[in-house]
C-alpha cells in the first residue's frame, strides 16, 4: 500500500480523558483497533494518537497511549499560558514521560501540540461551512486571488516555523463537519500546493505537500533532536483568565455513576461469558453492552457536555445493551448452578426499589464477584416486612437487621454482610419472620460517636456534624469537619469577562461558597451489622454516615437535588472536609483511577502560573480518589464516579457533587445544564458514595487500593423468588487461589470462538506500599479452573505494568 490513506487513534471513539476509568478506555481502544484490524490488515493498523478535541489530556492517557505501541500522540487543546510559554520556547513537541512506575520507556510518548486545534490556518478554510473565498487562479477574472493566498500562506507557514523546533511543519485542514462536499478541499489545496511551491523558482523555501500524521511524525524522528521532557499532566485546561473547563469533571453526574456502574456490568458480563462455557452463549452476545460502553467514553458523552436528548441516548444504549448481557449472565448462573429458575434483576436498590425483596417472603440473592479475590459486601435491600433470617450458602445464619429506610422510597431496609468468592459467587437465602413496622430511630441531639473495630467518628452535638475521625489501630486521629455547600453560579454579566458557567465551565461567582446549612437534622441508629447517623442538611441536601462493622472506610452515602433554581440562581454544589492535616497547599488526584499525580494550590509544574481563577483554576479530574497528608495523617477520598475537585485551603478538599445552571457557556452544547426528567420533574435528584479512610501515609495505598478496585467492580446482585431446587449449587469460584493483593484482574472476556482475553495488572505504584509495590509472580496454570492448559506459565508483573494475553481454550 502507498500509505496515502491513513487512521490515526483507531479507537472505538475519541475518549474524554477527565472522566473516563482506564479500564472502559483499554476496551474501547481494544474494540476500534481490533475493528481495523479485521476489516483493513494489519496496515490499517493507526501508529499515531490522535486527540485532538478532548479538553485537557491526562498522564495516564499518554501511558496507555504508550503501552498500546503508537509511536507519538498529537492533541489540539492546552491551557492558553502553557502554550503561550511553549510558543516561546519551541516546546509545542515534547517527551511525555507518562509513568512514575513504569521503567521508561514503557510509557514514554512522544507528544505535539497542533498548531491550531483541529481547524486550518486563519483565512484557509474551504469547505461549503467555510466563508473565505476560493482560490480564484484565472488572471482574466476580476477577483483573481493566487498572489494574495500565496502571500498570506508564506506568512502564517513562516510564523509557524518560529515556534517549533525543525524545518517541518504541520497543518491541519478540516473541521468538525467537513468534507462532506472534498471536492471544495482538495480543488483549493492542489492549486495553493501549486502556486505556493512555484515561487521555490524565485527563492521561496516552503514546499508544501499532501501528508499525514505519522509522515509528520517520522520527519521529526528523522531531525534527531532531543525534545523537553514532561512528568505531570495537561490539566486544568483554560482557553482564557475566566474559562476553566472544570465543570465538566462533575457535569451530568448520574449519567457518570451509570457508567460506572454498567462498566462493572459488563465485566461481570464478561467473566460469565468466559466461566459458563457454551451454553451462556446461547442468548444475545454482549456485543452491544460493549459497544454502548465503548462510545459513552466519547468526550462529549461521559464528560456531561452533550445536550439532555443525546445523554438520554447514550443512557438508553446502555441499558439496551445491560438487557442483552442479563441474559448472557442468567444462561451462565443457570449453567454454573443447575438452578434454571427465573432471574431478576434490581437495578434500582440504589434508590431503595426492588418489587421481589420488597414483596416476597422467601427469595435467594445471589452475590457475583467480579475481582479475584473474596469480598466482604454490605447487602442492602428494600423489604416490607420487620424481621428476616438470613442465611448463607452453607445454610449458617448471618447477622442482619432490619432498619427504617433514610430515605423516602421504600418502607424498611434489611441489610447484611456477604462473602463472595475470587471471580464466583455465592448464594444467600431470606427469609420473612415479621411483618410490621420496626422501631423508630432514636433522634438524638446528644454526643454522638459511631464506631467500628478500625474508625471511630464522632459528631458534634451542637451542630449535628462530623467533629472528628480517629483510626483506632494505629491511634491516629485529626479534627474533620465536614458540610455542604454551593458556588453562586456565574451567569456571565460582569466586567471581568461574560462567561458563565455551563456544561464545560466552571465559573462560580463568589470564591466563598455559601453553605446550605450549619446545622443538620440527625438520627442515629446502631445494629451489630452497621452504625449510621442521617443527616437533613435541606429538604434537597441530606447524607447517611455509615460505619459497617468489619469496614476500614467511613461511607458518605449524600443525596442532592432537586437543586433549587427558583431565585433564578444556578449552584454548584460541593462538599467539603475540613481537617487538622497539614497540607501546606498540595493535594493528590488519580489519573483515570490508575496512578496518582501531586497538586499544588495556585501552582503548575511547567510554567509560572497567573491565576486568575481562585476557585475554577484549582480544580482537577478525580476519577477514583483524591487526598490530602502530612508526615503523620493521610485521609483519602474513595469516589464512585468521576467528580471535580481541589483544596482551596490548607487542610481541606472539596468535591464537586452535582450542577445545575441557567445558561449555555457557548462551548457548542447550545443548552444549560439543567437536568430533569420524568420522575424528577423539579430538577435531578442524585445519590453517591464517597469512602472516607485515616491511615498513615506510607501504608494508606494498602487500604484506597483495594477500596477503590471493588468500588470499580462492585459485586453483581441477582435473585430467585421461592426456594431453591435441592442439588443447586449455591457456591461457586472459576479461580483455585485468589489472586495476590498487588494483582488485579483487568480483563477476562471471550475473544472469539477458542480463545479468552486475559489482562492482568499490578495495582500499586512503586513506593506506595511497603508490601505489595513489589513485583510479584503469577502462575497463570492453575490460574482458571475452566481452561486446560498444561504448561506451567509464570508471568511477572511490576508496579503498575498490564499483561495481555489471548489464552486458547479447550471447552469442555
Ligand atoms: C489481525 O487480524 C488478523 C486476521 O484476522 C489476525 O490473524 C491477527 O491476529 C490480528 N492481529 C491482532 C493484533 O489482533
Ligand atoms: C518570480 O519573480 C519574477 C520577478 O518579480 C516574476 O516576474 C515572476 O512571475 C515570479 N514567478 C513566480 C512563480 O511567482
Ligand atoms: C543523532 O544525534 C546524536 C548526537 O545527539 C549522534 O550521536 C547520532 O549520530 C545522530 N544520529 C543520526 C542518525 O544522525
Ligand atoms: C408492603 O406491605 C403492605 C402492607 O403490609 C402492602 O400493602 C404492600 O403492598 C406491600 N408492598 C409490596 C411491594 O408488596
Ligand atoms: C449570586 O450572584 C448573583 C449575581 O450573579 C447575586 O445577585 C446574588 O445575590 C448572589 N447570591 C448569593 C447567595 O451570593
Ligand atoms: C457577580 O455577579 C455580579 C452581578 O452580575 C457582578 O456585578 C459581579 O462582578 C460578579 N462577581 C464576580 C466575582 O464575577
Ligand atoms: C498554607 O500552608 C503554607 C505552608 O505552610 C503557607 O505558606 C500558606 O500561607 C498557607 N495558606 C493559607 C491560606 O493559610
Ligand atoms: C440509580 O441508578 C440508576 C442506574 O441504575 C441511575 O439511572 C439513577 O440516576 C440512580 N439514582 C440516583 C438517585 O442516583
Known amino acids: 500500500?502507498?500509505?496515502?490513506?491513513?487512521?490515526?487513534?483507531?479507537?472505538?471513539?475519541?475518549?474524554?480523558?477527565?472522566?473516563?476509568?482506564?479500564?472502559?478506555?483499554?476496551?474501547?481502544?481494544?474494540?476500534?483497533?481490533?475493528?481495523?484490524?479485521?476489516?483493513?490488515?494489519?496496515?490499517?493498523?493507526?501508529?499515531?494518537?490522535?486527540?485532538?478535541?478532548?479538553?485537557?489530556?491526562?498522564?495516564?492517557?499518554?501511558?496507555?497511549?504508550?503501552?498500546?505501541?503508537?509511536?507519538?500522540?498529537?492533541?489540539?487543546?492546552?491551557?492558553?499560558?502553557?502554550?503561550?510559554?511553549?510558543?516561546?520556547?519551541?516546546?509545542?513537541?515534547?517527551?511525555?514521560?507518562?509513568?512514575?512506575?513504569?521503567?521508561?520507556?514503557?510509557?514514554?510518548?512522544?507528544?505535539?501540540?497542533?498548531?491550531?486545534?483541529?481547524?486550518?490556518?486563519?483565512?484557509?478554510?474551504?469547505?461549503?461551512?467555510?466563508?473565505?473565498?476560493?482560490?480564484?487562479?484565472?488572471?482574466?477574472?476580476?477577483?483573481?486571488?493566487?498572489?494574495?493566498?500565496?502571500?498570506?500562506?508564506?506568512?502564517?507557514?513562516?510564523?509557524?516555523s518560529t515556534v517549533y523546533k525543525t524545518n517541518h511543519i504541520i497543518m491541519t485542514m478540516g473541521s468538525d463537519f467537513q468534507y462532506e462536499n472534498a471536492n471544495l478541499w482538495y480543488k483549493n489545496l492542489d492549486k495553493l500546493i501549486h502556486y505556493v511551491n512555484a515561487q521555490q523558482a524565485n527563492g521561496s523555501k516552503v514546499n508544501v505537500l499532501y501528508s499525514t500524521p505519522s509522515c509528520y511524525l517520522q520527519e521529526l524522528h528523522r531531525a534527531n533532536l532531543t525534545w523537553p521532557l514532561k512528568t505531570d499532566d495537561f490539566f486544568p485546561y483554560a482557553d482564557d483568565a475566566h474559562d476553566f473547563w472544570t465543570g465538566y469533571f462533575t457535569s451530568r453526574p448520574a449519567l457518570k455513576r451509570y457508567e460506572r456502574i454498567s462498566n462493572s456490568n459488563l465485566q461481570t458480563c464478561n467473566q460469565l461469558e468466559v466461566l459458563g462455557g457454551l451454553t451462556s452463549r446461547k442468548g444475545p452476545f454482549g456485543e452491544g453492552d460493549k459497544k454502548a460502553m465503548a462510545v459513552a467514553q466519547h468526550h462529549d458523552a461521559v464528560s456531561g457536555t452533550e445536550k439532555q436528548h443525546v445523554a438520554n441516548d447514550y443512557a438508553r444504549k446502555l441499558a439496551n445493551g445491560w438487557q442483552h448481557c442479563q441474559v448472557l449472565v442468567s444462561n451462565s448462573l443457570a449453567a454454573l448452578s443447575g438452578l434454571s429458575a427465573e432471574r431478576i434483576y434490581c437495578d434500582n436498590l440504589n434508590v431503595s426499589v426492588c418489587h421481589l425483596t420488597e414483596s416476597s417472603k422467601k427469595f435467594s440473592v445471589n452475590v457475583y464477584n467480579p475481582l479475584a479475590r473474596p469480598v466482604t459486601w454490605p447487602v442492602r435491600l428494600p423489604v416490607n416486612g420487620t424481621a428476616y433470617s438470613v442465611s448463607d450458602a452453607s445454610g449458617k445464619a448471618v447477622d442482619c437487621q432490619v432498619s427504617m429506610c433514610a430515605s423516602s422510597f421504600a418502607v424498611n431496609e434489611l441489610v447484611f454482610q456477604v462473602q463472595a468468592p475470587p471471580l464466583g459467587y455465592t448464594t444467600y437465602t431470606v427469609a420473612l419472620i415479621q411483618d410490621g413496622p420496626p422501631p423508630a430511630p432514636a433522634q438524638q441531639r446528644a454526643p454522638t460517636v459511631i464506631q467500628n473495630k478500625f474508625l471511630q467518628v464522632t459528631f458534634d452535638h451542637e451542630t449535628g456534624l462530623i467533629s472528628s475521625l480517629n483510626n483506632l489501630e494505629t491511634k491516629q486521629s485529626i479534627k474533620l469537619t465536614q458540610n455542604f455547600y454551593w458556588y453562586n453560579a456565574s451567569d456571565g454579566n460582569n466586567v471581568a469577562s461574560r462567561q458563565p458557567s455551563g456544561a464545560y465551565i466552571f465559573r462560580p461567582n463568589s470564591s466563598t461558597p455559601v453553605i446550605i446549612s450549619q446545622t443538620a437534622k440527625t438520627e442515629i441508629i446502631k445494629t451489630s451489622v452497621v452504625q449510621e447517623v442521617r443527616q437533613w442538611f435541606a429538604p434537597w441536601v441530606s447524607q447517611v454516615v455509615r460505619l459497617y462493622a468489619d469496614s476500614r472506610a467511613l461511607e458518605l452515602e449524600w443525596t442532592v437535588g432537586p437543586v433549587p433554581i427558583d431565585d433564578s440562581v444556578g449552584k454548584e454544589v460541593i462538599t467539603r472536609l475540613d481537617t487538622s492535616i497539614k497540607t501546606a497547599e498540595y493535594f493528590y488526584t488519580d489519573s483515570n483511577g490508575r496512578e496518582v499525580l501531586q497538586r499544588k494550590k495556585d501552582f503548575r509544574p511547567t510554567w509560572n502560573l497567573k491565576q486568575s481563577e481562585p476557585i475554577a483554576g484549582n480544580y482537577y479530574p478525580i476519577n477514583s480518589r483524591a487526598y490530602i497528608k502530612d508526615d503523620v495523617d493521610q485521609l483519602t477520598v474513595v469516589t464512585d464516579r468521576s467528580q471535580g475537585g481541589g483544596s482551596i485551603q490548607n487542610g481541606s478538599l472539596e468535591i464537586m457533587l452535582h450542577r445545575r445552571l441557567l445558561h449555555d457557556d457557548f462551548r457548542g452544547v447550545g443548552e444549560p445544564l439543567n437536568e430533569i426528567s420524568g420522575i424528577f420533574p423539579d430538577g435531578l435528584v442524585v445519590r453517591g458514595r464517597l469512602l472516607l479512610t485515616l491511615d498513615p501515609p506510607q501504608t494508606a495505598a494498602d487500604t484506597h487500593r483495594p477500596l477503590a478496585e471493588g468500588m470499580v467492580l462492585q459485586p453483581l446482585l441477582t435473585f430467585t423468588d421461592g426456594d431453591l431446587k435441592p442439588n443447586t449449587q449455591l457456591e461457586f469460584s472459576g479461580l483455585l487461589a485468589a489472586l495476590p493483593p498487588a494483582v488485579h484482574l483487568l480483563t477476562l472476556s471471550q475473544w472469539d470462538e477458542d480463545s479468552v482475553l486475559l489482562r492482568l495488572e499490578h495495582q500499586y505504584q512503586s513506593s506506595e506500599s511497603k508490601v505489595s509495590s513489589q513485583p510479584v509472580t503469577v502462575n497463570l496454570q492453575p490460574l482458571l479452573k475452566t481452561f486446560e492448559d498444561p504448561s506451567t506459565w509464570e508471568v511477572t508483573l511490576r508496579p503498575m505494568e498490564i499483561r495481555t494475553f489471548l489464552l486458547k481454550v479447550n471447552l469442555r
Open 1 to 160: 500500500p502507498a500509505g496515502r490513506l491513513e487512521f490515526v487513534n483507531g479507537g472505538w471513539c475519541m475518549s474524554d480523558e477527565a472522566a473516563t476509568h482506564y479500564s472502559a478506555v483499554i476496551d474501547q481502544m481494544t474494540i476500534g483497533l481490533r475493528f481495523l484490524n479485521e476489516t483493513f490488515g494489519a496496515c490499517g493498523r493507526p501508529r499515531v494518537a490522535w486527540h485532538i478535541d478532548p479538553f485537557g489530556h491526562a498522564r495516564e492517557h499518554a501511558s496507555m497511549f504508550a503501552q498500546m505501541g503508537f509511536d507519538g500522540f498529537f492533541f489540539g487543546r492546552l491551557d492558553y499560558q502553557d502554550r503561550a510559554r511553549r510558543m516561546r520556547d519551541k516546546e509545542q513537541e515534547l517527551l511525555w514521560r507518562a509513568s512514575d512506575s513504569l521503567t521508561p520507556p514503557m510509557a514514554d510518548l512522544f507528544t505535539g501540540i497542533l498548531p491550531n486545534g483541529y481547524n486550518p490556518p486563519e483565512g484557509f478554510c474551504w469547505d461549503q461551512l467555510c466563508s473565505d473565498p476560493p482560490i480564484r487562479d484565472d488572471p482574466d477574472l476580476e477577483d483573481y486571488n493566487v498572489d494574495d493566498v500565496v502571500g498570506r500562506f508564506l506568512v502564517i507557514a513562516n510564523s509557524q
